[in-house]
């Protein structure tokens, strides 16, 4: 099946930094998403990027679909940016979404 | 936007009961739900795929005796724990995908907020 793997595994940051998060994934997808999983557990989408770039405020996210992989930027972190960051994909619109294992961010004031 | 309920939020039962756990779409119909679970610090797992009006499928792995799923209508899926033990204890939670946007180029699933199940 297909792998996505996502690095770093944890990031740990100083408020104001910038941070890059990455997503590795084995094979062609057509749906890609970025989550936030917070401290209750609720994932928060952030993007649904399968191809292109987008950008939200703070949050950008890239993705090279021909290259299979994905990048989220967070710029200017603030504390309530930490939790748990996951890729996930789907091979197929409409299809169960495969996570990656994570990267957990920590900032500190 | 798209929502996804989900209910109850959080349980707590003995060994030996079963736990009814529901997902709704709120604002669109689904065809097709799904049921991961994620376990303390790990990730999240896909479990099973709820199909409206048919059978679910499930992952490989996981007993479809113990995790019964029910998708009586294109809004409700539920998903079942019978005979809970321990070793249940997880965290459960949905998605779906709005049927109307099949074959559009904006096709995200929905997650629901999940259930965090305690078996003692």
């Known amino acids: 099946g297909i792998q996505v793997e996502q690095s770093p595994p944890d990031l740990i940051l100083q408020e104001g930094a910038n941070s890059t998060l990455r997503c590795n994934f084995s094979?062609?997808?057509?749906?890609l998403q970025w989550f936030h999983q917070n401290p209750w557990g609720q994932l928060i989408n952030l993007f649904y990027i399968p191809s292109g770039t987008k950008q939200n405020g703070r949050l950008s996210a890239t993705t090279v679909a021909t290259e299979r992989y994905s990048l989220l930027y967070i710029s200017s972190s603030q504390t309530t940016d930490s939790g748990v960051y996951f890729c996930?994909?789907?091979?197929?619109?409409?299809?169960?979404?495969?996570f990656g294992k994570g990267t957990t961010l920590s900032v500190s004031s | 936007g798209a929502v996804v309920s989900q209910h109850p939020s959080w349980v707590i039962c003995k060994s030996g009961t079963s736990v009814k756990i529901e997902c709704r779409s709120l604002?669109?119909?689904?065809?097709?739900m799904f049921w991961y679970r994620q376990f303390p610090k790990q990730s999240l797992m896909l479990m099973a795929t709820s199909n409206e009006g048919s059978k679910a499928t499930y992952e490989q792995g996981v007993e479809k005796d113990k995790f019964l799923i029910n998708h009586a209508s294109l809004t409700l899926s539920t998903l079942t724990v019978t005979s809970a033990h321990p070793e249940d204890s997880s965290f459960y939670i949905c998605s779906a995908r709005d049927s109307a946007q099949r074959g559009s180029r904006y096709q995200p699933q929905h997650f629901g907020d999940g259930t965090r199940l305690s078996i003692l």
């Open positions: 996930a994909v789907g091979l197929e619109a409409g299809t169960a979404l495969i």
């Open positions: 094979d062609s997808v057509n749906n």
């Open positions: 604002d669109f119909q689904a065809t097709t």
